[in-house]
């Protein structure tokens, strides 16, 4: 059965940095896009980061320059470091897998961030 599962979220102070990582088991890792997603209390959850199969990156602006995406397929654990964390970035991540179809995708369990000025 596929999994992922989502670990090193935590609280923060503003300015500080966070690395969220998600193990993946079941499937075919090394095939599967990967992306990280975030979801605050009222908002709609929203793609942040997303790395290919082949490892070329992509950023959403409100991130870009801050986090970085990375994959390591011989672990199947892809990872989210975040630096310089404003408070606005206190969500719910959640980590996704998808193959290049895109008929189907896997979720993880979501882990909380929470940064604090």
């Known amino acids: 059965q596929a999994q992922l599962a989502e670990s090193g979220g935590g609280l923060v102070e503003a300015g500080g940095s966070l690395t969220l990582s998600c193990v993946a088991s079941?499937?075919?890792?090394?095939?599967?896009?990967l992306r990280w997603y975030r979801q605050a209390p009222g908002n709609e959850r929203d793609l942040l980061a997303h790395?290919?199969?082949?490892?070329?990156?992509t950023y959403a602006d409100s991130v870009n320059g801050r986090f970085t995406i990375s994959r390591d397929n011989e672990k199947s654990t892809f990872y989210l470091q975040m630096n310089s964390l404003k408070p606005e970035d206190t969500a719910v991540y959640y980590c996704?897998?998808?193959?290049?179809?895109?008929?189907?995708?896997?979720w993880g369990q979501g882990t909380q961030v929470t940064v604090s000025s």
């Open positions: 079941g499937f075919a890792f090394r095939d599967y896009a």
């Open positions: 996704h897998a998808q193959p290049l179809s895109r008929t189907y995708a896997y």
């Open positions: 790395i290919t199969p082949s490892g070329e990156t």
